[in-house]
């Protein structure tokens, strides 16, 4: 008899919340994580309105509100020239967020809270500082793992152990894309002037996102190539500021801002997926598929992915898993990959934001699709991009 029915590797938001969501059905579940709680984790910190709704069905979302956070309106884009564009989250048509705003929140909290509730059911064992080093196999199925905690048996088990999966690398699904690699530097200041919006600052060699996740701290995020990284040479806090000061808008918002805690740095980021399940194990979140973070909706891919696999799980279907989740996420990831094509062309990024900024029905739109409640199709139209291009056309912000 196996040990578990299902093994879960990795406890961040995709792993802990499908141990939730297998849990609340009851089925016997192990969720391994090599980190131990509270951990701090590299991340933008921002969750889109349809994350907060699946923080929702968990039942989570009070805790999460109750912890440190800020909720955000919508994304302001600042371009290489200073042209800013502000997209609000709102309605269109029978397309509406569940929430009408996006959270923002440090790791270490939504982490550990996401981990304790999964903790909290009956069914789920947890066990934290467990390194898995490589699948168990019986006649090509996977059966379990083996790592630093011993070995672990079940039908099923699930790779949710991030962008450098050991899971993905042993299945051979999935590789790193060495074509969009990418490395964040992360900080957190207070003393910042700042909106109730997230942020992204274009520049070269890469852009900030910023987010304030309490009510005097914001979060940094500087992602550069891997060109750029090896600038650092070890001294992270420098090459932040270095490239901060370089901003005029960042250098004059930073002027009094004092630091809390360390400077991080996390990469490479990037993976491409050839496929999510192999005989009795599947990928979820990030160690399936991770684009670059511009677009910001890594925690709902990884939040509503593990929603997708408990429904595949509890019915028997792993099989099935692939398709629902290409009919799900195939078209945002299209268009999160062909953002890549243009975000480090200023020339072409200047042109679109100057568009955007000038149309705001347009930012809108476009900030609705990355806050993950109108498809990408919505956007992805002969009309969307005659309007986003031509020169001589304004749009109504009713759009």
């Not at 969009?180 to 002037?193: K, L």
């Not at 360390?262 to 005989?279: I, S």
């Not at 990024?349 to 568009?355: H, K, Q, V």
Request: with cysteine; aromatic share 10%; hydrophobic share 45%.
């Amino acid at each position: 008899m196996s040990d578990f029915d299902v093994i879960v590797v990795g406890a961040g938001p995709a792993g802990s919340a499908l141990a939730s969501f297998l849990g609340r059905r009851g089925v016997r579940t192990a969720l391994l994580d090599k980190e131990r709680f509270p951990r701090e984790k590299v991340c933008g910190d921002y969750m889109s309105p349809e994350a907060v709704g699946v923080l929702d069905r968990l039942g989570i979302l009070p805790a999460v509100e109750a912890a440190p956070h800020r909720q955000l309106k919508g994304m302001l884009v600042h371009s290489y020239d200073g042209t800013r564009s502000r997209g609000t989250y709102r309605p269109f048509g029978r397309f509406a967020p569940s929430r009408p705003y996006g959270i923002a929140i440090r790791r270490v909290l939504l982490d550990e809270i996401l981990f304790r509730h999964a903790q909290s059911f009956a069914t789920v064992t947890t066990f934290e500082g467990f390194r898995v080093d490589r699948l168990l196999r019986e006649g090509g199925r996977v059966v379990g793992v083996e790592g630093s905690g011993g070995r672990l048996s079940a039908p099923f088990v699930v790779g949710a152990d991030g962008v450098r999966s050991v899971v993905a690398r042993e299945l051979g699904l999935s590789e790193m894309a060495r074509d969009h690699e990418r490395f964040a530097v992360s900080a957190y200041f207070t003393g910042v002037p700042h909106e109730d919006y997230g942020e992204l600052h274009l520049g070269l060699p890469g852009y900030f996102a910023m987010a304030p996740v309490d009510r005097d701290v914001v979060h940094f995020n500087f992602v550069v190539e891997r060109g750029s990284i090896a600038e650092a040479r070890g001294d992270l806090v420098g090459y932040f500021r270095r490239h901060a000061v370089a901003n005029p808008l960042l250098r004059r918002r930073l002027a009094w801002a004092a630091p809390i805690g360390p400077v991080r740095a996390t990469g490479p980021m990037a993976r491409r997926c050839r496929g999510t399940v192999a005989p009795g194990s599947i990928l979820i979140g990030d160690a399936a598929e991770f684009v670059d973070p511009f677009t910001g909706e890594g925690i709902f891919i990884g939040l509503r992915s593990a929603e997708l696999a408990a429904a595949a799980i509890a019915d028997g279907r792993l099989d099935r898993f692939e398709a629902v989740r290409t009919a799900e996420f195939a078209e945002k990831f299209r268009l999160c990959w062909r953002i890549q094509k243009y975000l480090y062309r200023p020339r072409i990024a200047n042109y679109i934001i100057r568009r955007l900024a000038a149309n705001p029905g347009l930012a809108d739109r476009l900030t609705a699709v990355t806050g993950d409640y109108l498809p990408p199709g919505e956007v992805a139209t002969l009309g969307f991009y005659a309007a986003l291009l031509n020169p001589f056309t304004r749009v109504a912000a009713a759009l």
